[in-house]
């Protein structure tokens, strides 16, 4: 069964940094891309990028709202994948999920989805 | 990038009636490269249709997809208690991934 499990999130003032993990079971963690939607309150879903598999250069995607302030890495050893936040602002509150991305054309979409991780970011 | 949208805002339905949501993209999503998701309160998104019309695993045959181009349905034949809750559809046909603002199908 795959499971995905986020954790890491909690309350950050804005500015300051934070590190969520996700740790992946049930599959071949390295043979898959990680990628990360978030949800503000109340709101709809919002794409917030991806970490190709090592087998396509680990290289990323980000959406344009978190284009140099956040950065995805993994740890296929472990299942883990990583989506670090810096410089945080409010508007980066949102709960955040975990999904396996499964290609499409030029993008994916998402078979499975952790439980998400609520990151609140006030003064 | 593709803008989603999605209509009605909110549809209100009796149980063992039937429910149609709609999909709008601003511009024609590539081989038909759509997914609908089905969330609950408090919890995660689940997927229940890619590629416009495939049901994903263990989804109940009574979900459908369909369309092409920039118009897509998602299909409810008869609502059943546990299928009161928000729809969302995304693309991915191309970069970066959109998803729809979402339709509550709520108890009427």
């Known amino acids: 069964e795959v499971q995905l499990v986020e954790s890491g999130g909690g309350l950050a003032q804005p500015g300051r940094s934070l590190r969520l993990s996700c740790t992946a079971s049930?599959?071949?963690?390295?043979?898959?891309?990680m990628s990360w939607v978030r949800q503000a309150p109340g709101k709809g879903l919002e794409w917030v990028g991806f970490?190709?598999?090592?087998?396509?250069?680990?290289?990323?995607e980000y959406a344009a709202s978190v284009k140099g302030r956040f950065t995805f890495s993994r740890d296929d050893s472990n299942s883990i994948a990583y989506l670090q936040m810096n410089s945080l602002i409010t508007e980066d509150t949102a709960v955040y999920y975990c999904?396996?991305?499964?290609?499409?054309?030029?993008?994916?979409?998402?078979?499975?989805w952790g439980q998400g991780t609520l990151v609140t970011v006030s003064s | 990038e593709i803008v989603l949208t999605q209509s009605p805002g909110t549809l209100s339905l009796s149980p063992g009636e039937r429910a149609t949501l709609s999909c709008r993209a601003s511009q024609s999503v590539s081989s038909s490269y759509l997914a609908w998701y089905q969330q609950k309160p408090g919890q995660a998104p689940r997927l229940l249709i890619y590629g416009a019309s495939s049901r994903a695993t263990g989804i109940p045959d009574r979900f459908s997809g369909s369309g092409s181009g920039t118009d897509f349905t998602l299909t409810i034949s008869r609502l059943e208690a546990e299928d009161f809750a928000v729809y969302y559809c995304?693309?991915?046909?191309?970069?970066?991934?959109?998803f729809g603002q979402g339709t509550k199908v709520e108890i009427k």
């Open positions: 995304q693309q991915y046909g191309s970069s970066p991934e959109t």
């Open positions: 970490i190709r598999s090592k087998a396509y250069g680990e290289t990323t």
């Open positions: 999904t396996r991305p499964i290609y499409g054309s030029d993008s994916y979409y998402f078979d499975y």
């Open positions: 049930g599959f071949t963690f390295g043979d898959y891309a």
